[in-house]
């Protein structure tokens, strides 16, 4: 959908009934009708229009939002620049993450941390918690 036609459509959603909101959910979605008032069903329908047009929430934005409903784990992001020192069977690794976000190691540049994790253990980890950016949460004292 073009964005004038989204545009269009959400500004149409302030004047539509709750049985014209009712019959746009079923054609803009696959998803059963929600129990919402009118109000909230228009935000719901934005929302999902907006998806459908701009490809929806980044995948690290939605493993966020699932570590932070789930509140078992907590992980920061990388900042441009930031160096992360790890020790691994008695060598020491030095990742830095460049200006663009990429991650450097042994003078290449990778795609991830995990990656690079992989490449140093020679089996399957998160980069994150190998690095140590994935940690716990801290129970409440």
């Excluded at 980044?58 to 790890?86: C, F, H, I, N, Y």
Aim: with cysteine.
């Amino acid at each position: 959908m073009r964005r004038d036609a989204i545009e269009t459509t959400l500004a149409a959603l302030a004047t539509m009934s709750p049985a014209q909101l009712r019959e746009e959910w079923t054609l803009t979605t696959d998803k059963p009708l929600p129990r919402l008032s009118s109000a909230m069903l228009r935000l719901a329908l934005g929302y999902e229009l907006q998806c459908r047009a701009c490809g929806g929430l980044t995948r690290q934005t939605r493993q966020r939002l699932d570590q932070l409903a789930a509140a078992r784990t907590e992980t920061r992001s990388t900042v441009p620049g930031m160096r992360l020192v790890r020790e691994h069977n008695g060598q020491v690794h030095i990742v830095t993450i460049g200006e663009d976000g990429a991650v450097e190691w042994n003078g290449r540049t990778w795609r991830s941390l995990s990656e690079v994790a992989r490449t140093i253990t020679g089996t399957h980890w998160s980069g994150p918690a190998f690095f140590g950016l994935k940690q716990k949460k801290r129970k409440a004292a």
